[in-house]
């Protein structure tokens, strides 16, 4: 089966730095595009950043460019968002998702980020 | 970017009902489409992609059409657990953009 477990999230103030990280397991890690996805509260989704299943590719939406970095590390099927310079409006819950291939196929149960002072 | 004009926002209908919701591109996506459902509190699900084909263990209940900007989703026989929200979103093109939702409610 497979999952998809986030973690990392929690309040943070502005200009601050958070790590999230999105355990997989359940199939083979290394062969899949991974990407994070996040929604703000009570509102619609959006797509954040697409990493390649080996890592040598990246993807972002312009508002985070710059602040965010999408890494993975294969050895531990583990995905990462390094989320830098917070701002309020960085404030949602961020999936991770797996691309399957270019549609989000499985999410996880999603992490909060709160960005507040 | 490619925007995504999802529409009606909200909708009631009772058990039963065939319901349609719509997903316009503001260019041609040749079909790289796909359809989610979140229920309350959930994460999102994956219903259709390719603009047509139905994901694995989705009731056939669920069916996807569309070509070009135009896209539309379906649900036969209206049932309870249908009660959600349901976003479209394109892949065609970076930024992978979705719409804004139609919120699906039993009447």
């Known amino acids: 089966e497979v999952q998809l477990v986030e973690s990392g999230g929690g309040l943070v103030q502005p200009g601050r730095s958070m790590k999230l990280s999105c355990a997989a397991s359940g199939f083979t890690f290394n062969n899949y595009d991974m990407a994070w996805v996040c929604q703000a509260p009570k509102k619609g989704l959006e797509w954040v950043a697409t990493i390649s299943y080996d890592g040598s590719s990246t993807y972002y939406r312009d508002s985070v460019k710059g602040r965010f970095t999408i890494s993975r590390d294969n050895a531990k099927s583990t995905l990462y968002l390094q989320m830098d310079s917070l701002r309020s409006e960085d404030t949602a819950t961020y999936y991770c998702a797996r691309l399957d291939p270019f549609w989000f196929a499985y999410w996880g149960q999603g992490t909060l980020v709160t960005v507040s002072s | 970017d490619i925007r995504m004009t999802q529409s009606p926002a909200s909708l009631s209908a009772s058990l039963g009902e065939t319901v349609n919701i719509e997903c316009l591109a503001s260019e041609d996506i040749y079909s790289d489409l796909a359809w989610y459902q979140q229920k309350p509190g959930k994460s999102p699900q994956l219903l259709i992609y390719?603009?047509?084909s139905l994901q694995n263990g989705v009731p056939s209940r669920f069916s996807g059409s569309g070509s070009g900007t135009q896209y539309s989703l379906k649900i036969n026989s209206l049932q309870s657990e249908d009660v959600a929200t349901y976003f479209c979103q394109q892949y065609n093109n970076y930024p992978f953009t979705f719409g804004s939702g139609t919120k699906l409610e039993i009447k």
């Open positions: 390719n603009a047509n």
